[in-house]
């Protein structure tokens, strides 16, 4: 099984299941091999990658791009920087 947070040349990749739609942006843990992530914004015109990357960003203090996934609900996310520790620790969840 794949992990949820990978290191990646100083950087952590993160396995992702998009939910959009959602009532409100939140993270909502993991997902077999994946972290949930529920967006309010719609899936069109890449306004759901923008508010994925604005929610992980926020919480992780670190920029965050989407790498794969971008038409899908399986993405992987790119955040600057940090270890997969902490990404996990700023996350709130444990793998």
Do not use: W, Y
């Amino acid at each position: 099984m794949a992990e949820v947070f990978t290191a990646d040349r100083g950087d952590t990749l993160v396995r992702l299941k998009a939910v959009p739609g959602a009532s409100r942006d939140a993270i909502a843990g993991l997902l077999g091999d994946r972290l949930k992530v529920r967006i309010s914004a719609a899936a069109e015109g890449g306004k759901a990658n923008k508010a994925i990357c604005r929610l992980l960003a926020g919480a992780t203090g670190t920029a965050v791009t989407i790498e794969t996934g971008h038409g899908s609900p399986l993405k992987t996310a790119r955040a600057n920087g940090v270890s997969p520790d902490q990404v996990a620790d700023a996350l709130d969840v444990s793998c």
